[in-house]
């Protein structure tokens, strides 16, 4: 009978090891591109059912991972559509009738890592049905998502941040804001207003919590049809002579942009940091 020593067996069980890892690890990546992006330069990345997380982080590339995941993964898609000074990425399911994957149990995860300090379009980072997660970035910001949360903080630059049926959280921003939300609450910190541009809040049936450096400087408009509204600057609140709901309108400091908060059925706070 042949015998093997102690050293080729673990020389075995180690080769095994590693090839298990490398095929876990190509696993775990079905998407990683690298870009080499320079400043000004646009990232778009776009799901359709999956998370989309971003986050800024000490490195030269933005590197972009998908992970597919669910029992159909393998009839989904992840398209690279990137070119010069533009990072565009994107999901695509079946759309022949023959390979229709309306039930299809498929999602993707993507994980961009973007380079501290640099300044960014992110013109579109959106997912249909998950939630959507960007921090440490700069530049002007889109995160949208259809059914799922959106969430942005410590971010450098203005921010566009919206979902359809989930809330919206915008916290500790250096720059104007626009937070929206149908079916959900909004809630935003902001911490210093840079640029002039105009800020806007609004849920047509959640509450509105915004706080605002206490050198804000704006023509104010604040309205709920159903809902209380609380503010620490001053400005004179009215109730409705038709309903339950209330508003304010004024000005404060020399009014030098917009602001304009609203709920259809919700409570409304605007306060000072």
Known sequence: MKRFSPRLIAQATLACLLLSLMALTALAQDFQRSYSLSGGGSINVRNISGDVHVTGYDGQAVVVTGVKKGRNADRVTIEDQSSGNNVNVRVRYPEHDSDRCNDCDASVLFEVKVPRGVNY????????????????????????????????????????????SGNVHVGKVGGTVSAKSTSGNVEVEIVSLNGAGNLEFGSVSGNVRVKLPDNLDAEVSLSTMSGDLKTDFPLTIEKSKWGSGQKANGRVGNGTRNLKMSSVSGDLSLLRQ
Request: glycine letters at 12%; charged letters at 20%; aromatic letters at 2%.
């Open 121 to 164: 379009r992110y013109d579109a980072i959106s997912s249909v049905s998950g939630d959507v997660d960007v921090s440490g970035v700069s530049g002007e910001l889109t995160a949208k998502s259809v059914s799922g949360e959106v969430t942005v903080k410590d971010v450098s630059g203005a921010v566009h941040a919206s979902s359809v």
